[in-house]
């Protein structure tokens, strides 16, 4: 059983179209996060979860929206998709507040905008 | 606020050689510290961490590395590399109070044959 899953894998869209990351973690984990991860490879939180709250909130775009409706599920809704949006979005989770942070993450799902 | 430096970007290096790739850290406040490695067309996975005690911390397949706190540096190191070690690595930082963890830009070891 795959412990972070991402749906899609791939996801090719154009400009301006409006466009969901799904992510399950069955870890029993309470934080969950996304990550992106741009052409060089660099690596930049955009939010995080705590048991459906949301704690960290970096500087995105108010385009992307997350959502979690249970503390298993974290999506990530993009609006108005733009050219700069192409890169790897990671999904991750990690036990909770109490933890040491270890990350455990999703495949990835690479989102290209045309 | 924390930030982890990796100061190369990529570490070419001939099979059964020694590696080492390099890691600092800055931070106000205690810090655990990860590294994290990464295949081709894959998530990260975790490959070691710091978190208290001994400063010298060990994975199952033979990487290791050395908290630093004077240098604050957490440098990674393997005495004998493989082709399979050939990923992308990335030197992470948590404060011990905050879940926000902060990469490294990242270091893209090329074993050569």
């Known amino acids: 059983d795959t412990a972070v899953s991402q749906t899609p894998k791939y996801l090719v869209t154009q400009m301006g179209n409006d466009k969901s990351i799904k992510c399950e973690q069955n870890?029993?984990?309470?934080?969950m996060y996304w990550y992106k991860q741009d052409s060089k490879k660099f690596l930049k939180i955009m939010f995080s979860?705590?048991?459906?709250?949301?704690?960290i909130n970096e500087t995105v775009p108010n385009r992307f929206s997350p959502k979690s409706p249970d503390k298993a599920h974290l999506n990530l809704h993009i609006n108005s998709l733009e050219l700069g949006d192409s890169a790897v979005y990671f999904c991750a989770s990690s036990p909770g507040r109490q933890s040491t942070g270890e990350l455990f993450f999703g495949e990835g799902s690479r989102l290209t905008v045309l | 606020a924390q930030s982890v430096t990796q100061l190369d970007s990529q570490v070419p290096v001939f099979e059964e050689a020694p590696v080492e790739l390099r890691c600092n850290y800055s931070?106000?406040?205690?810090?655990?510290l990860f590294w994290y490695v990464q295949y081709p067309n894959q998530g990260l996975q975790l490959l070691l961490k710091y978190l208290s005690g001994s400063t010298l911390v060990e994975s199952i397949n033979g990487f290791e590395a050395e908290f630093n706190k004077s240098q604050t540096s957490f440098h990674l190191r393997k005495p004998s590399v493989h082709i399979s070690d050939t990923a992308e690595y990335f030197c992470?930082?948590?404060?011990?109070?905050?879940?926000?963890?902060?990469f490294g830009t990242g270091t893209k070891l090329q074993v050569i044959p």
């Open positions: 870890l029993g984990h309470d934080t």
């Open positions: 931070s106000s406040v205690s810090v655990y």
């Open positions: 992470a930082a948590r404060p011990l109070h905050y879940q926000k963890v902060t």
């Open positions: 979860y705590n048991n459906k709250e949301l704690i």
